[in-house]
């Protein structure tokens, strides 16, 4: 029998206690977060410049799956900019009733083009539909109007190019299953070690969604949950707000971030991370502020980390001048999860600038570097 000192007795069993301590072992991983990528698909935008720097992203996500070791991408919504069919432009120097007329299969063409880069690499991801990818986002008055747009209902189009049956989720073994034509999906990663579960919401989910989603907790228990929708939180106010809801939702069944909240995500421990876009300030020398975080406590007493981040405001390109980018100017939020610090570090990267938000003094969003780089503890959730 082998006798130890008191020493090293003491030595042996904090080394015991730290290996069940810890993960099985140290790794990181990144989530990576697309934000409303509308301006990049606008066909009355500059293209292909827009175009060009969405393909650049998803490239990016690509090469750099290995190196950042990327488990995950998620979209906050917002595909395209125009919904589905037909809008209207006014005509620079044209009398005040002359106007163009686009049709909007090119930004969905766009969009399609651009996410075929990450359908046809392992790289799983899921998408959430925002406002403007809704079929009757569109509406004016008028002989050649497209029929009133409240509330917005359908997903056809959204359907035909990323519903489950799309080249982008057909047979892909992370892909879980969908709701609502396509509206609402789920999907499944690993990183460290454990499995996560991703589930997207379209904007301001019906009951009928949450009952759906709470199926698809209830047979997948003990995995973290990480939830994307399009609208949750807006910058430079500590509260969730439901300002789309009046104007796109209101006198339907759908329901505010609010209510989601307190029917949902409140009552499911599992849930860790909820990630939004949508809200931005109006662009001052193609600056906007897109950022947020907020943290509350679910009725299991764990924090729910709240993100928010929408760059579509952001018009500085490789010169430093305003509009010299179709809105969004390549920016991304990268999620990485340390194991062995037990640490999420949220970072922010212009693929098109080659240039991280919020740090050296570089503060190109007008608020604090802690909204753009910031560092997060894992959640009980995640340490089970």
């Known amino acids: 029998m082998k006798i130890f ?3 090293q007795f003491t030595i042996t069993c904090c080394a015991a206690l730290l290996a069940v301590a810890a ?3 140290a790794e990181k991983f990144t989530v990576a977060v697309v934000s409303d990528t509308q301006n990049y698909t606008d066909v009355a935008l500059p293209q292909p410049r827009g175009t060009d720097t969405f393909i650049q992203q998803m490239q990016y996500l690509v090469d750099q799956r290995e190196a950042k070791n990327i488990v995950f991408a998620t ?5 395209v900019q125009h919904g589905d069919g037909q809008f209207r432009t006014s005509i620079q120097g044209g009398a005040e009733n002359e106007f163009k007329y686009w049709d909007t299969r090119g930004e969905w063409d766009n969009a399609n083009r ?7 690499s392992p790289l799983p991801f899921g998408m959430s539909p925002g406002n403007h990818d809704y079929d009757n986002y569109i509406w004016w008055e ?3 109007s497209p029929g009133p747009n409240r509330p917005l209902a359908s997903g056809r189009t959204w359907e035909y190019y990323f519903g489950p049956t799309s080249r982008h989720f057909l047979n892909k073994p992370w892909y879980g299953g969908s709701f609502n034509h396509g509206l609402n999906s789920y999907q499944f990663s690993t990183g460290g070690g454990k499995r996560f ?20 907790l209830d047979v997948n228990p003990g995995l973290p949950v990480i939830l994307t929708t399009h609208e949750w939180l807006a910058p430079g106010r500590n509260e969730r707000v439901s ?3 009046k104007n796109y939702f209101e006198g339907s069944d759908h329901l505010s971030p609010d209510e989601i909240w307190n029917r949902f995500v409140r009552k499911n421990p599992a849930i860790f991370l909820v990630l939004c876009g949508h809200a931005f300030t109006t662009p001052v020398d193609g600056v906007s502020k897109g950022e947020n975080l907020r943290v509350d406590k679910n009725d299991a007493g764990y924090p729910v980390y709240q993100v928010l981040q929408d760059y579509q405001g952001q018009e500085v390109g490789p010169d430093g001048k305003p509009d010299s980018a179709n809105g969004g100017a390549g920016w991304l939020r990268f999620i990485e999860f340390d194991t062995d610090k037990r640490k999420m570090h949220f970072y922010t990267y212009s693929t098109l600038l080659n240039r991280y938000a919020g740090r050296d003094g570089y503060l190109p969003f007008g608020t604090p570097a802690h909204l753009s780089d910031f560092e997060l503890d894992f959640p009980p959730q995640l340490l089970k």
Not at 206 to 214: E, F, G, N, P, V
């Open 5 to 7: 000192t008191r020493h």
């Open 23 to 25: 993960p099985a072992w």
């Open 75 to 79: 979209f906050v919504g917002d595909l």
């Open 114 to 120: 651009a996410v075929s880069i990450l359908s046809n």
């Open 142 to 144: 008028g002989s050649r």
């Open 197 to 216: 579960l991703h589930i997207s919401f379209e904007m301001e989910p019906s009951q009928a969604t949450l009952d759906w989603a709470q199926g698809v």
């Open 243 to 245: 300002d789309g809801y």
